[in-house]
Nanobody, 122 residues
């Protein structure tokens, strides 16, 4: 079992930046991939970014490429999502996810956090 807690959400103006963090606890001794997803009001949850254990592989949704960066610090069991040039359409609840795989998948995660709200004003 892996428990995930997100932090760093908030209200920011368009063009601004935020950094989300996700701390993992529990069975973190095995290698696991981590991902970020988001869900806007009235929409389905969508993939944002993912990273494998060694940080050698990352994936991004086309909508965030060039603006968002995913990274991780395994010593701290934490994954980050640096979000720059934020747009109102980035407004959503952002979820952290984890699963035991050596890849950086865009779906199929087993463990999920509770989410953190990101609101981008125009």
């Amino acid at each position: 079992q892996v428990q995930l807690i997100e932090s760093g959400g908030g209200l920011v103006q368009a063009g601004g930046s935020l950094r989300l963090s996700c701390a993992a606890s529990g069975r973190t001794g095995s290698q696991y991939a981590m991902g970020w997803f988001r869900q806007a009001p009235g929409k389905e949850r969508e993939f944002v970014a993912s990273i494998n254990w060694s940080s050698s592989s990352t994936k991004y949704a086309d909508s965030v490429k060039g603006r968002f960066t995913i990274s991780r610090d395994n010593a701290k069991n934490t994954v980050y999502l640096q979000m720059n040039s934020l747009k109102p359409e980035d407004t959503a609840v952002y979820f952290c996810a984890a699963d035991y795989t050596r890849f950086a998948p865009a779906a199929g995660y087993k463990y999920w956090g509770q989410g953190t709200q990101v609101t981008v004003s125009s």
